[in-house]
């Protein structure tokens, strides 16, 4: 099966203490892994079960496995002939986006490394009446390759698990079109923070870039301020990226704030204050 991925290139805004400045930057999304082999929707793991990509086995969460399952659904609208993929993404993923919400106890997952991966019917299981569609959630490592895991991730948001799961970047969140994801115990400029702004709904048109702006600015820098625990660093600015006009309508509708630093370092910003920027 082919794990589909789609990098976009937007427009973001950099707030720093000294002045702002407009940069190019982009935010690569998982997408979705359409299945390989027709599976009638009774044969299909349940919500809360575990499996693996090669097949839809469902597995104990115990166990190691690669996805976990979210929610589970049917897909109406579309036409009787096999959709092309971009109707079946915008058709599978925004509901499978909200059941991540739900199933992980908060609206920060776009900050982590946890995602969604949407499954659907296959071209001769669609002929058949198949309609189902199965949401599940993935952790992706720095390398954004899918991590096999054991346990469960229901709630793990809600708890305190952000830090475990956080988006940490190499490169810089404002200037580079494809973020360079590393190890948050690794050094780094970019870290990803609690408060995902939300922008509108899918089914809405997108805003334009001066507007993600508008929305973002306030929201981000409060987000950074209130994870840094100091607003008078120099050495910390405030970055938010967004995502395409097609991941929008497939349910990416929200800005990821970061805290981006003057120079790499080792360590977390979390709860630093106005001590020195570690090494």
């Known amino acids: 099966m082919k794990h589909v991925r789609q990098a976009v290139v937007v427009l973001l805004t950099l707030v720093a203490v000294s002045g702002c400045a407009r940069h190019i930057g982009g935010q690569a999304v998982p997408g979705p892994l359409p299945s390989t082999a027709s599976a009638p929707a009774p044969d299909l793991p349940k919500v809360g079960q575990c499996m693996n990509s090669a097949e839809f086995k469902a597995l104990d969460c115990n166990s190691p496995h690669e996805a976990e399952v979210t929610a589970m659904g049917e897909i109406s609208g579309l036409s009787k002939d096999y959709p092309d993929e971009r109707d079946l993404r915008r058709a599978a993923l925004p509901p499978c986006r909200e059941a991540l ?26 002929e058949d009446g198949q309609r189902w569609r199965l949401c599940s959630v993935i952790e992706l490592a720095p390398d954004e390759k899918k991590v096999s895991r054991t ?3 229901k709630g793990v948001l809600a708890a305190s698990g952000f830090g475990t799961y956080q988006l940490c970047s190499s490169g810089s969140p404002s200037r580079d079109a494809k973020l360079t994801l590393t190890a948050c115990d690794k050094p780094h400029v970019g870290e990803a923070v609690p408060g995902v702004v939300a922008l509108g709904k899918n089914t809405d048109p997108a805003p334009s870039q001066e507007d993600i702006n508008k929305m973002a600015e306030e929201k981000c820098t409060k987000a950074v301020t209130d994870y840094v625990g100091s607003s008078k660093r120099t050495d910390v600015s405030v970055a938010w990226r967004t995502f395409g ?4 309508s497939e349910g990416w509708t929200n800005a990821i704030c970061y805290a981006e630093t003057s120079r790499a370092f080792t360590g977390r910003l979390w709860g630093l204050g106005d001590k020195p920027l570690p090494n």
């Open 245 to 248: 006009s097609q991941a929008w």
């Open 101 to 126: 919400t739900e199933y992980l106890g908060s609206k920060d997952a776009d900050a982590t490394r946890l995602q969604v991966w949407a499954f659907w019917p296959n071209k001769k299981g669609w």
């Open 151 to 153: 346990g469960s991730v």
